[in-house]
């Protein structure tokens, strides 16, 4: 396994994606699902990914790693650059097999719903097992051995028991630290987290929160943070990348979205998170309208449809991405901060 320089590399992009599509081929025709998405993540850094239900939040990060099903999915363009040695491998090139050592040893997942997730007629300590066996070449008793010490990182009581139990048998919190425990096995370098607290309660999600945190100090990882939640990404990411129909409509630092949005989708979303601390209650905004078909190839701004600022060009052609300030970036033709002046 060809593990970072961690000094060597601080502070550098690990994984760099330009133009990404995806469509899906269906009997009703063709999904554009993604329309050239381009971004990218530093060593050691948080970004968050932000968006509605369909924006391409989770196409995005499967299509990195072939997780697809092909058909009806098809990756038909881009690049998507992985920095884990000297040379950057093209991830959208590998056949099988390369892309299966890279998934689990440099790239970990975690996936929305670990009871899918997990097999479910495989304990969860051979589960762990097998992904050391694949990657490290660890002996199957030495793999269980890691299994429980793995499970009891993450906080699981009892981890020797667990170990011995299936996926059925634990909580849904626990379901989702298994989870976690299986996707750093192999210490990767990058951990993509797919809204790993969804349908959890509140305390629970707190827990998974900090332990990702926690995890991503001791083991010196980069993580893509998948999430509906503003407030999630407000305390725990570096920068924050906003997809609407399979575009990237925004990427800033994250006090960056919160104080200066430069795209009228950025600015709906923060007018649907409560306030903290406000003596007059205010209506939460909502945005009107639906998503675009993506069944239609985009020829405009697909936000164009619910837009409040919308103008003629918008809908005579798609807006490139532009520099807004340091580090900041919206694909929009307006300035919004004066117009919203």
């Known amino acids: 396994m060809v593990k970072l320089n961690r000094d060597k590399i601080r502070n550098k992009k690990i994984l760099d994606v330009h133009n990404l599509v995806t469509r899906f081929h269906t009997f009703d025709g063709v999904v554009n699902a993604l329309s050239g998405v381009t971004f990218h993540l530093n060593h050691g850094e948080t970004l968050g990914v932000v968006g509605e239900s369909g924006s391409g939040k989770s196409v995005t990060m499967m299509s990195l790693l072939h997780l697809l099903p092909a058909p009806p999915a098809k990756i038909e363009g881009g690049q998507a650059f992985y920095y884990g040695d000297e040379a950057p491998v093209d991830l959208l090139t590998l056949n099988k097999s390369g892309i299966s050592r890279i998934r689990g040893d440099h790239i970990g997942f975690i996936f929305q719903d670990a009871l899918s997730a997990l097999n479910p007629v495989m304990t969860v300590g051979r589960q762990i097992g097998e992904t050391l066996v694949e990657h490290l070449g660890m002996s199957p008793s030495a793999a269980m051995k890691r299994s429980v ?144 078909d993506l069944l239609e190839k985009p020829v405009h701004c697909q936000y164009a449809w619910r837009c409040h600022m919308a103008r003629e060009r918008c809908w005579e052609d798609i807006p490139k991405s532009r520099q807004m300030g340091d580090r900041h970036r919206a694909a929009c033709f307006l300035d919004v901060a004066k117009e919203e002046a």
Request: charged letters at 20%; proline letters at 8%; one cysteine or more.
């Open 149 to 292: 010490e793995l499970l009891a990182y993450v906080g699981i009581p009892e981890p020797k028991k667990r170990a011995a139990a299936y996926p059925h048998q634990f909580s849904g919190g626990m379901r989702q630290r298994a989870m976690i425990a299986l996707s750093i096995a192999c210490e990767p370098n990058i951990i993509i987290a797919d809204e790993p607290t969804t349908a959890l309660d509140v305390t629970v999600q707190a827990q998974i929160i900090e332990l990702v945190q926690r995890l991503k100090k001791e083991m010196d990882m980069s993580v893509i943070w998948i999430t509906h939640d503003l407030g999630v990404v407000a305390g725990m990411a570096d920068r924050v990348m906003v997809m609407y129909a399979g575009h990237v409509v925004e990427t800033a630092p994250v006090d960056d979205i919160f104080y200066r949005p430069s795209h009228p989708y950025t600015i709906k979303l923060l007018g649907a998170l409560p306030k903290m601390g406000e003596t007059v209650h205010h209506r939460l905004e909502s945005i009107d309208g639906v998503p675009p």
